[in-house]
């Protein structure tokens, strides 16, 4: 029976990366999945100033005076998921004042960083598994899809449907929009219609896994704190809005596949029936290096679910 | 490593999730509602000072007060470093081993709740319905809720309404409790003034007068209620000092636990706060929720000292107490000495006497739902690690009304409400309230302890990882403090007769709660282990290399 091993939203989390990579044989699982959101959201910069670097950790200044500790913190920026970036006082600050200079580092440290992980999937997980596949989604700007396509045991999960050991997996991950205008947002309808003709090639959907970043719209799957005008969290972050996505809703009501595995929303981890599909969100906890992960085993000859877990590696 | 220079800062991009922060003084409502003065201080904490009359109340708030400080640095260092729903439950799991924490976590979070259900339906009973009837002397109504049937009439009713105040969801039930802080307040500042400006002698006359209007004492019922202290229940002269700050006001800590340990009674809802990894800004909340209120416990003990007499105060007490615990005579008003109630006595008129009672009724309100809010979120987290059932979890599609974990809660609730009013002696085990959540709260107290060596990464990769007295870890020293006086107040509970719970229906009792979580966890270890599923995959810790 396919055992499928599930994690989303690292967010360039070194240590949930890494960890991703001994997962398959931790669990016993043949097929690992990341399901979207694969890059940082921040770079922490290092200044070199007067033969000593500066940075910022925890919101504390720290001054490094030699090489080894400036590794060790850049290995600590690492794990929480940020990129550090070592810097001269003068790249420093024309990159304060300057947005398109911010840009290409970034996705110079985005492309660097994710080269660097699929190496380390083809290095590490050639023959530990049966499929390596990782999906990008909104966070994720799309220079990262060749280096996905171009790994050796890395496959990129995409709109195609994908045989998956008796099932087949239709990878998306684009989402309705955010109040952060990320790189793969659609407005509803359009979304609605994109997975719409995705969908029409789904022949069986007793067979059919739906691998979609955003979750469904009100399904407790998608619940966000509610967010203020200046985007401060709403009463203390009990004000909880579904965000999730009506399209992927509709989807799922209409098409039942088998499973439906879902990210975007870290806080709203769980699990739930929608139909005969069986709905998941393991969540994520990438900035305390905790994998948050689904493990789900598939029974490929009644084409059902035949048990899941939700784990904290 | 040194700190010095300006400090760089971070570079964002736009990305899913990234929020500015959130009000402390939301935190801070929650905090302060959980350690409410009116419904559990006014209660079974500053009433029963009379039980250790060499105790001194002020050392002993204060003394608590640090020692609680303690258990909020604890729980606001768990909350950074592992900032998801789930709690006590989440933290003890990962460190401790998930089996353990289910035991410490269900019967603390969630098995007692039900014991508290009643306890909830009494405070409401003796600082609200009571009073209000008696104010517009229902006297059928106000014994009517002394009887069997009004004791579990109370309590299904208490239940409802916590049932629906977890309804109307977090933002709702904020939304309530922000309304009830305020008029909440309100009502209190009116108390104080009238405590501030009132003179004893004033008091004295306005209760005499009233005792005599309402329940139809005769007499100076002031004298009365001393002398019924002094000679039926043996109270003897009460001071109201600073010494002995240790000594016998020590014993008064445990009774001051009813209230004041629970400032981290959101700690299980923190998960769902994005940039709760902020060590300090929880912490804050969490702090200024303890210790403005105790500085109100403060200023109103002293104020009632002022005006009601300290004597009075802790007569009235004893005389309403003494008879539940055996005594026999019978207390010179019917019904418990309320301090907003005996203040309002100072207006004579039912109106604003009414109006005062209802208005504190507020600090009910917006504490009732915390009830069942936080145990919701136990029985989730534990539904998602399969220890129970998918339908613990279920929400309903429309309301999003968790009705599993509701259900988890309501129906052993009106059980164990139905045991407490219709089952002689019952009612004593409900004493084991505060133990029961005590001994998950020292779970999670060792769990912080051992932190930074059981879950190394983490602790290092965690805000809080910074904070160390003399080279060791803040959480450490803070996990051993809030352990040892969580241990001490066990101790005490076990073996010292004064808080009526080291007898063995106690004892036996426990073992039954206990037995009943260890019974579950078996049960789902048996039964998920049949499915192919491992529970104690949960937690594993992925090896990194």
Redesign the interface.
């Known amino acids: 029976m396919p055992k499928i091993f599930y994690v989303t939203d690292i967010?360039g989390s070194e240590?949930c990366w890494?960890?991703?990579l001994?997962?398959g044989p931790?669990?016993g699982a043949d097929i690992v999945i990341v399901g979207g959101?694969i890059t940082g959201?921040?770079?922490?910069?290092?200044?070199e100033?007067g033969g000593r670097w500066?940075?910022?950790?925890?919101?504390?200044?720290?001054?490094?005076?030699t090489e080894d500790?400036v590794r060790e913190i850049e290995k600590?920026i690492q794990?929480?998921g940020?990129y550090p970036i070592r810097v001269s006082e003068e790249e420093?600050r024309h990159?304060?004042e300057d947005e398109d200079a911010?840009?290409k580092?970034?996705k110079e440290v985005m492309i660097e960083g994710t080269e660097r992980w699929i190496a380390m999937a083809d290095d590490k997980l050639a023959g530990k598994v049966t499929r390596v596949i990782v999906c990008p989604a909104?966070?994720d700007m799309f220079e990262i899809d060749p280096i996905l396509k171009s790994g050796h045991v890395v496959e990129m999960g995409g709109s195609d449907p994908m045989e998956l050991e008796g099932f087949e997996m239709v990878s998306y991950g684009w989402t309705n929009p955010?109040p952060?205008?990320?790189f793969r947002e659609l407005p509803e309808e359009e979304l609605g219609r994109r997975l719409d003709k995705i969908l029409e090639k789904v022949t069986d959907p007793s067979r059919t896994i739906f691998n979609i970043h955003a979750p469904p719209f009100?399904s407790?799957l998608d619940?966000?704190?509610?967010?203020d005008e200046?985007?401060?969290?709403?009463?203390?972050?009990?004000?909880?809005r579904p965000v999730g996505s009506t399209s992927v809703r509709a989807a799922i009501e209409r098409i039942q596949p088998v499973l439906s595995l879902h990210g975007?929303i870290?806080?709203s981890?769980?699990?739930?029936?929608m139909g005969s599909t069986l709905v998941l969100n393991p969540?994520s906890?990438y900035?305390?290096?905790?994998?948050q992960a689904a493990?789900i085993?598939l029974d490929a000859k009644k084409h059902t679910v035949?048990?899941?877990?939700?784990?904290?590696? | 490593m040194a700190t010095v220079g300006a400090a760089p800062t971070l570079f964002l991009r736009k990305a899913t999730g990234l929020v500015k922060g959130w009000s402390r003084f939301d935190a801070f409502i929650y905090s302060f509602m959980s350690v409410n003065l009116i419904t559990l201080g006014l209660y079974y904490a500053l009433s029963v000072l009379a039980f250790v009359p060499g105790g001194q109340v002020l050392p002993a708030i204060i003394l608590s007060g640090v020692f609680v400080t303690f258990l909020v640095i604890t729980y606001a260092g768990l909350i950074s470093a592992m900032p998801r729903a789930g709690g006590d439950y989440v933290w003890q799991s990962r460190v401790l081993g998930g089996g353990i924490a289910f035991i410490l976590a269900v019967t603390g979070w969630w098995f007692i709740l039900w014991h508290w259900a009643p306890i909830y339906a009494n405070i409401l009973t003796v600082e609200v319905l009571q009073p209000l009837f008696a104010i517009f002397k229902w006297t059928g109504a106000v014994t009517w809720l002394g009887t069997h049937n009004g004791i579990f009439i109370t309590s299904v009713g208490t239940i409802v309404l916590a049932g629906v105040l977890v309804s109307l969801g977090m933002e709702g039930y904020a939304k309530v409790q922000r309304v009830c802080f305020y008029l909440g307040m309100a009502a209190l500042a009116v108390m104080l003034l009238i405590l501030l400006f009132g003179s004893k002698s004033g008091f004295q006359s306005a209760f005499n007068s009233e005792s005599a209007n309402l329940f139809g004492a005769k007499g100076d019922v002031y004298a009365q209620t001393l002398r019924t202290a002094a000679t039926a229940n043996g109270v003897p002269a009460m001071k109201l000092s600073l010494t002995p700050f240790f000594g016998a006001s020590l014993l008064l800590v445990p009774f001051m636990a009813f209230w004041i340990l629970y400032p981290n009674w959101g700690a299980t809802l923190y998960g769902e706060v994005r940039g709760s990894g902020d060590f300090r800004r929880v912490m804050n909340g969490m702090m200024w929720g303890l210790w403005v209120t105790i500085a109100f416990a403060i200023i109103i003990v002293l104020l009632m000292a002022k005006t009601f007499g300290w004597q009075f105060f802790n007569a009235a007490n004893a005389n309403y107490w003494f008879p539940l615990y055996g005594g026999t005579a019978a207390p010179t008003i019917p019904i418990f000495p309320y301090p907003p109630l005996l203040a309002s006595f100072y207006v004579h008129s039912a109106v604003f006497q009414a109006i005062i009672v209802l208005a504190f009724g507020a600090w009910f309100l917006g504490w009732a739902g915390t009830l069942f809010l936080s145990s919701t979120r136990v029985v989730f987290a534990a539904a998602f690690d399969r220890i129970l059932p998918e339908w613990a979890a279920s929400v309903s599609e429309r309301r999003h009304v968790p009705f599993g974990a509701l259900a988890l809660m309501l129906f052993p609730s009106i059980i164990v409400s139905a045991l407490y009013a219709y089952k002689s002696g019952f009612i004593t085990y409900t004493l084991d309230a505060t133990l029961v959540i005590a001994v998950t709260f020292f779970g999670t107290a060792i769990a912080a302890v051992v932190l930074p060596w059981r879950k190394k990464s983490l602790y290092e990769n965690s805000t809080i990882a910074r904070y160390k007295v003399g080279g060791v870890p803040l959480i450490t020293i803070s996990g051993a403090i809030t352990a040892g006086f969580l241990g001490w107040m066990l101790f005490k509970w076990f073996t010292d007769s004064l808080y009526a719970i080291n007898n063995k229906a106690s004892l036996r009792y426990l073992v039954v709660l206990y037995g009943l979580a260890i019974a579950v966890y078996a049960i789902a270890y048996v039964v998920r282990r049949r499915q192919g599923i491992d529970l104690k995959a949960i937690h594993q810790e992925i090896p990194v290399e």
């Open positions: 967010h240590i890494r960890k991703f001994n997962a931790h669990y959101d959201k921040a770079m922490v910069p290092i200044v100033r500066d940075t910022t950790m925890f919101d504390q200044h720290v001054t490094l005076e500790e600590k794990n929480r940020y420093y990159m304060q911010v840009d580092r970034f909104n966070d955010t952060w205008n990320t009100g407790g619940e966000a704190p509610a967010l200046n985007m401060n969290i709403k009463a203390g972050g009990r004000a909880l975007h870290h806080e981890k769980g699990a739930l029936r969540g906890s900035e305390e290096g905790i994998l493990l085993t035949k048990s899941y877990q939700l784990v904290n590696g």
